[in-house]
């Protein structure tokens, strides 16, 4: 029942913006944590960013001051702000709510491919 849905992807230049969006359904969204995640090919699942039910963001140190994380409780959405974007920010970029540990929810991705 619980549904989480990525939009926004495709194909940018380096050092061009992009904004991935989250949609979530089916749970009581506001009182969770919400994450962004990426996975490039051969790579393990990495944490890109994350927001708190109050609003407190933490960022991966290669993303302080190029990617923005928000959340619309109003509209049970969770964004994503990337800029000055790079060619190793190519992979599909997930959204996770963490209802708990070990149970949380996963969307089924979006591409971001970076390339001139």
């Known amino acids: 029942q619980v549904q989480l849905v990525e939009s926004g992807g495709g194909l940018v230049q380096p050092g061009g913006s992009l904004r991935l969006s989250c949609a979530v359904s089916g749970i009581f969204f506001k009182i969770y944590t919400a994450d962004w995640y990426r996975q490039a090919p051969g790579k393990q699942r990495e944490l890109v960013a994350s927001?708190?039910?109050?609003?407190?963001?933490t960022y991966a140190d290669s993303m302080k001051g190029r990617f923005a994380i928000s959340r619309d409780n109003d509209r049970s959405t969770v964004s994503l702000e990337m800029n000055m974007l790079k060619a190793a920010d190519t992979a599909v970029y997930y959204c996770?709510?963490?209802?708990?540990?070990?149970?949380?929810?996963w969307g089924q991705g979006t591409q971001v491919t970076v390339s001139s």
């Open positions: 996770y709510i963490r209802e708990r540990i070990g149970s949380g929810h």
């Open positions: 927001v708190t039910r109050d609003g407190k963001t």
